[in-house]
């Protein structure tokens, strides 16, 4: 149920000054849902209530809000009231009132109008007060949250349609082994779903011990056990790892104790015997690993002794490595994604000092690269997932603070796009998985504090 008031008057005392503000008050509140006719405007619940709220301006950077006091959920500052953000802090902030000014944003007062999306028609007077049975749908919803806290975590997508989380870094308890129990805990690791159905954990490291790890284990999803195999010829973190046509696994890279690794090996599910292959070119962890319509593997950038903008390709029918073209700008924490018409979308990451919101595509037919256009956000440690509809969604990272800003690249048009609606926690280093109905699921990572809130789109 949402309720539009018209024509409220919202009165704030602060100090000896009283003054007024034209707003809008809703009842039945949905954070963040359409509630104005200026598509930037959303609903915010009000402290203490989850079905009352204001309309206001949703486009504020979240760096400009403070908290509210927490002994009485009021604002220090001077016009300014106290709302619930979650997509920008778990506590309540303090929200300026022009941000709910009905000159920023109008309420929706169109006659006998069927909001986009939407299969109710909605009609709303200067004098009445309307209420309707729906309102527009979110694109962004909460699920049912994790058990633990989590970033540097990995989700792997099963094939009854389950979502397998592993490990991570679960803050001053260190890192978690917790999923029915891992033999070993583990961040910086791979996960990997084999032919057989059951998955792959390779390497990473014990933030609690700070043991590099060279051990693997194996998930049963029919049986939800773990069992120890044998360990990988190399101690590796932050390495990658994929499953190649012939079903062996490929990992490639890492960081250990002893150095950086350019030490290639392969993982073959039917023997559970480990053999290596040929080493890459450059040594190299943060990297990226693709496998392409072609069969071949695009390792691309990371972090050597230096940025890397190399890329070098794997032939698994010779078990050697080439270099290919150089990606235009060095980056590591990037993301690459394997597009419907074969090229791989490369974006994001940190480069020596600096935010990255350039993307690059590369063609495997001529094994070179074309700059894209830039992203609308610069970001690192962001996901990027390929949507049923060839679409590339962004979602979350790093940049000049902690994003939950969203945008998609259409590779039929070379154009990223933006939406108002925002993802309800800023995250970073999270997961996300495309799920069987299409939908995208987020988990975990950092935002102002350790989530294990998840969200789907």
């Keep these: 149920m949402v309720s539009i008031a018209n024509r409220c008057f919202l009165f704030l005392i602060f100090s000896l000054s009283i003054f007024s503000v034209h707003c809008y008050i809703c009842d039945g509140t949905v954070p963040y849902d359409r509630c104005s006719t200026n598509t930037a405007c959303g609903g915010f619940n009000m402290v203490g209530s989850d079905n ?15 908290l509210c006091d927490s002994s009485s959920n009021t604002c220090n500052k001077p016009e300014h009231i106290c709302v619930q953000h979650p997509r920008c802090h778990p506590d309540p902030v303090c929200l300026p009132v022009t941000m709910i000014d ?24 200067e004098t009445t007060t309307i209420t309707t049975t729906t309102a527009e749908p979110r694109n962004w919803y909460n699920t049912g949250s994790m058990n633990f806290s989590r970033q540097n975590h990995v989700a792997t997508l099963l094939r009854d349609g389950q979502v397998l989380v592993t490990g991570g870094n679960i803050g001053t ?26 998955v792959l954990i390779t390497g990473g490291k014990s933030t609690s011990s700070s043991i590099d790890s060279s051990s ?17 010829k190399y101690i590796r ?6 499953v190649l046509t012939n079903g062996k696994v490929l990992v490639t890279g890492g960081y250990s104790s002893a150095g950086i690794q350019n030490a290639a090996e392969l993982y073959d599910p039917y023997t559970d015997i480990w053999t290596t292959t040929g080493s890459m070119n450059q040594s190299r962890y943060y990297h990226t ?31 050697t490595w080439t270099m290919t073209g150089s990606m235009n700008q060095a980056r590591h924490y990037h993301t690459a994604s394997l597009l419907k018409n074969g090229k791989v979308l490369i974006t994001g990451g940190w480069d020596s000092g600096n935010y990255l919101n350039s993307a690059e595509l590369y063609d495997p037919s001529t094994e070179t690269w074309v700059n894209a256009d830039n992203m609308h956000y610069a970001r690192s440690r962001h996901a990027a997932s390929v949507l049923p509809n060839g679409q590339v969604v962004v979602t979350g990272g790093i940049g000049s603070e902690t994003l939950n800003r969203v945008e998609f690249y259409d590779p039929s048009t070379g154009i990223w796009t933006t939406t108002y609606e925002r993802m309800n926690y800023a995250r970073h280093s999270h997961t996300a998985t495309l799920l069987d109905n299409g939908k995208l699921l987020l988990a975990g990572g950092t935002g102002t504090v350790l989530l294990k809130s998840a969200e789907l789109y």
């Design 173 to 198: 308890l260190g890192t978690t082994n917790k999923v029915e129990l891992m033999q070993q805990s583990r961040e910086g690791h791979t996960s990997s779903l084999l032919p057989n159905n059951k």
């Design 52 to 66: 009352v709220g204001v309309c206001g301006f949703l486009w504020m950077s979240c760096s400009q809000y403070d």
């Design 216 to 232: 693997a284990e194996l998930y049963n999803p029919q049986t939800k056990t773990w069992s120890n195999i044998d360990s990988m």
């Design 237 to 242: 973190q932050y390495h990658t790892a994929s």
């Design 102 to 125: 009905q000159r920023i944003c109008p309420p929706l007062k169109a006659l006998n109008t069927v909001l986009p999306n939407t299969t109710t028609i909605v009609t709303i007077t």
């Design 289 to 319: 690993e693709t496998v392409l319509l072609n069969g071949k593997v695009l390792v691309t950038g990371g972090l050597s002794k230096n940025y890397l903008k190399s890329a070098e390709l794997y032939d698994p029918t010779t078990g």
